[in-house]
């Protein structure tokens, strides 16, 4: 296993609870916790999942159910060029994505490490039904092919093409598995707020849960400090929270967002929001826990991203930031 802190998630959570304890523009309303958690309490929580869940591989085999997990999470970012995808009719931007990458591995028959090196920026736009414009969108496709290809390489070169010896190389933690996957760039996502590091891997964290969920927690699914997950840092779950009341932005950042215009990628608000968010769902499952119904911030993060897809919250802008995180 590559070293990493076995401490990770913990060090998330201390030092996103120190960005929002410090935040200029984005502030967390301690004061509505109670009464929201009860409000997510009376409306019930928890999620089932179903083979229409894009991002729930179902393969026969294991070997192959792995590579299809570790490979959508390795695509599973991008939300701010997604208002300027083509998508499928009816699906969002990282489920066009998602299905893209199904479909073209069930029409090949699976993938392999090989695969994914081969895989060019033009084959990116084929799988993704994107067309080319030489501007975001391709800059998009080319990240998505750069993705799939290092983590290939790294499949190819550490683990003797086996995305199963991968997986067991985090020794049945989640942690690990963090520690795994930051051998990637694409997966080492740690900002910078003043002279603070801020690690967030988030979709590191979400690849254990979704191992969990594909494997129903055994064998190559089994994490066994699964609950100690956090949120995970996007631009939907702090939308969420900032239509119900729960997040507050400075007025000159909320307009800023609500006028359509980018946030940059490791700014100050953009950390303050993604720490945030954090640190919030880690309160409201204190808020819930107090009222009788404890709940993992895994959990309340599923929540809080499915409810993100209502028309209430569609109908505000959320923040868009064009990273390779989320």
């Known amino acids: 296993m590559p070293d ?10 201390e030092q996103c609870a120190l960005v ?3 935040a200029r523009l984005v502030h967390l309303d301690e004061a509505a916790l109670p009464a929201y958690a009860a409000r997510l309490i009376a409306e019930g929580h928890g999620r089932d999942s179903s083979p ?17 997990v570790v490979a959508l999470d390795a695509v599973n970012f991008g939300s701010g060029y997604h208002p300027l995808l083509t998508k499928r009719p009816g699906l969002s931007g990282a489920v066009t994505i998602a299905t893209g990458l199904r479909d073209h591995f069930e029409r090949s028959g ?27 969108i391709d800059k998009l496709m080319t ?10 390489r790294l499949v190819a070169d550490r683990y003797d093409g086996r995305f199963l010896h991968l997986v067991d190389d985090a020794g ?10 930051d051998q990637l760039a694409f997966f080492h996502d740690v900002a910078s707020w003043y002279d603070l590091e801020v690690p967030f891997y988030k979709r590191a964290q979400l690849t254990a849960a979704d191992l969990a ?48 215009e980018l946030i940059r990628a490791g700014s100050e608000a953009e950390v303050e929001i993604r720490a945030g968010g954090v640190h919030a769902v880690e309160r409201l499952c204190a808020a819930m826990a107090d009222l009788g119904h404890p709940t993992t911030p895994q959990e309340l993060d599923s929540l809080l991203w499915f409810r993100g897809g209502a028309p209430s919250y569609k109908a505000i802008p959320r923040h868009r930031t064009r990273s390779v995180f989320y």
Request: aromatic share 6%; charged share 20%.
């Open 213 to 260: 969920r594909a494997f129903s927690g055994a064998g190559p699914g089994r994490f066994d400090d699964l609950d100690r997950l956090t949120a995970f840092a996007d631009n939907l779950v702090p939308h969420v929270l900032r239509v119900d009341g729960v997040l507050r932005y400075e007025p000159e950042l909320a307009e800023y967002i609500d006028a359509g």
């Open 143 to 152: 990240h998505l092919a750069v993705a799939l290809g290092d983590l290939g």
């Open 20 to 22: 929002s304890a410090g």
């Open 110 to 136: 699976g993938l392999t490490a090989a695969d994914l090196i081969a895989l060019t920026p033009a084959a990116a736009h084929t799988i993704f039904g994107q067309p080319v414009d030489d501007g975001p």
């Open 172 to 181: 049945h933690s989640a942690a690990g598995l963090v520690g795994v996957l």
């Open 52 to 68: 229409a869940d894009p991002w729930l591989a179902t393969a026969d085999d294991a070997e192959s159910r792995a590579t299809l």
């Open 4 to 13: 990493t802190d076995p401490r990770i998630l913990e060090l998330i959570r």
